[in-house]
């Protein structure tokens, strides 16, 4: 599911109006005016984006799929769930400025290796 609720700069900002570029333009922005690039080794920065994800995961730890997609109901869980996401992304678009490393090419270059690996006639209603 798709959320398409406003950013708090606008009303016209989401996922479908925001490019990748933009995003990050904006991490970079926050990062430069904190000085912290230093701090944004590939190490540093993938470590950060592990621990964030074990966050989402804690939300979910001792639940059955059933009852994890229940939870995500609650719309104070979603809200805590949204900052978590948005941690990741943020570490992952850090990355990406951090290494030079274009976003888009690397997600569409998978995506196209992945259509090979996992053909639909192959794998379709299977756990790949």
Not at 13 to 41: E, I, K, M, P, Y
Not at 65 to 82: F, H
Not at 117 to 125: A, I, K, L, T
Request: with cysteine.
């Amino acid at each position: 599911m798709v959320d398409n609720a406003a950013t708090p700069t606008s009303a016209v900002q989401n996922d479908f109006t925001t490019t990748v570029g933009a995003l990050r333009t904006q991490v970079a922005d926050f990062v430069a005016a904190r000085d912290w690039s230093g701090f944004h080794s590939p190490k540093n920065l993938a470590m950060s984006i592990a621990i964030e994800a074990a966050e989402i995961m804690e939300h979910f730890q001792w639940y059955t799929a059933a009852e994890s997609a229940e939870r995500m109901q609650d719309e104070a869980l979603r809200a805590e769930m949204a900052d978590e996401v948005a941690d990741v992304i943020i570490y992952c678009l850090s990355l990406a400025n951090s290494t030079g490393m274009d976003v888009s090419h690397a997600v569409r270059t998978k995506l196209a290796r992945n259509e090979g690996r996992f053909p639909v006639e192959r794998v379709r209603g299977k756990l790949g």
